[in-house]
């Protein structure tokens, strides 16, 4: 079975966002669940090249049903795929992202996006000790190249207890740290789209080693393993 993201599949999306609702959905389904399952294999195979140059504990294909419950937006349907990718815990911090949705929507992310309270915490700590590893990941001409800078929501002064002034202010406010990386339909639908995106995920492993270092240490240095 070919591993590319089919071409139905971007068409599928431009008429389920004209028809999104249960009726035109119920009536198309079988057309989905085929699209689904071929892309199910695209990013099953992505998660076997991955793990090639990483532990991936768990990959994780969102379903196509919204939920509605708390949300103003009561359309049913997903107008995209959305699939996650897990690193082996606790060791292994951060996690991959793969999104397909028509009109150059689709993208990959990496990073971290909701890091819980004490994560947040150490990463910021280690930022004020410290910033010149992180720079040096971030100025990298291969990374910065494939990843840009720093996505995410951030805070706009300093967190309790950091100096505002700090030299790593940019760095320490911020309360997501992730990196995102965009693709259009074109790139979306080619052959070897899938090794693309695997290639890129290899080149955010030096980022992820140095954090994952930084999540499982005190600020000493010593394990918390």
Not at 62 to 74: E, L, M, T
Not at 120 to 139: H, V
């Amino acid at each position: 079975m070919s591993t590319a993201i089919p071409k139905e599949t971007l068409d599928f999306f431009k008429k389920l966002a004209k028809n999104n609702n249960r009726d035109w959905f119920n009536d198309h389904k079988a057309e989905f669940k085929a699209i689904e399952t071929k892309v199910k294999s695209a990013y099953n195979h992505l998660g076997s090249l991955m793990s090639a140059h990483d532990q991936i504990e768990k990959i994780k294909i969102f379903r196509i049903y919204r939920d509605v419950r708390f949300s103003k937006n009561k359309l049913p349907y997903k107008t995209h795929f959305g699939g996650s990718f897990t690193r082996k815990k606790p060791e292994l911090r951060g996690g991959y992202y793969l999104h397909i949705q028509p009109n150059n929507e689709s993208f990959i992310a990496t990073g971290f996006w909701e890091p819980n309270k004490e994560d947040l915490f150490r990463i910021r700590k280690e930022f004020e000790m410290d910033d010149s590893e992180m720079r040096a990941i971030l100025n990298d001409k291969m990374f910065s190249k494939t990843w840009g800078g720093f996505v995410g929501d951030e805070l706009k002064t300093a967190p309790k207890g950091f100096d505002k002034d700090h030299p790593a202010i940019d760095l320490i406010r911020m309360k997501q740290y992730i990196f995102i990386k965009k693709y259009s339909d074109e790139e979306v639908l080619q052959d070897n789209f899938i090794e693309n995106v695997n290639d890129a995920f290899k080149k955010v492993r030096p980022y992820f080693d140095y954090m994952s270092d930084v999540l499982t240490t005190n600020l000493n240095g010593e394990s918390l393993l």
